[in-house]
């Protein structure tokens, strides 16, 4: 019982440590935020804007930055980990380009997913459920298995505990971290 119970939290803690640069890219690219859409303001014949106001340059700059700037911290944090019970973790290296399309690939999940949005009629800031939470996490994936076959390969489709756990785990942070967003006046909306 008390092996299932670290393994549960090891691969709890792995999954967010993968996760980690996208997380991060995500949730800055709020912070960041602001300023010109990079849409620039533009409709498509259906009469809805092409992006919306919620996904400008800063955004995309700002969170990609620190997503990899994350992830380098990241490289640099393992070789000083020696958690006992969590051996998973220290085998953990991350590649440049894995942090790279980590981050890049979450905010561009995030666009696309406004694209579609946008075309389906749902107004900038409009609850999508699972699909606004999820969105970024596929983006991350996608490049990630593109650009990094073997990486993404070696820490998540040769194990797929960890792909459901991030898929499970995920809306829950996304949540938490959007009303503390919200409550702390950076978000509109608490989703
Ligand atoms: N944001 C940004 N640029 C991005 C992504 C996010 O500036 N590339 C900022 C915007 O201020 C945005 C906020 O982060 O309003 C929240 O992001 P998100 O929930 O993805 O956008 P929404 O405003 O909800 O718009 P949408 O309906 O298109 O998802
Ligand atoms: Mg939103």
Redesign the pocket.
Known sequence: MFEIIIYFFATVVLAIWLMLPAYIANSM??V???GIP?DLGMKLPDGKRV??????L???VG?TACGIAAGLLQIFIIPTFSIQYLPTIIQYVPTITAIITLSFGA?LG??V??FF??RIG?????ELPLI?QLDFVAGAWVLTYIFDPVWFTRYFISSPWIIVTVLVLTPILHRLTNIFGYNIKL???PW
């Open positions: 690219a709020v960041f935020g602001g990079m992006l919306g106001e919620g996904k400008t800063r955004g995309l969170g905010l995030d666009i997913k406004s949005k946008r749902f107004v900038r800031g409009a606004d978000k509109k909306e």
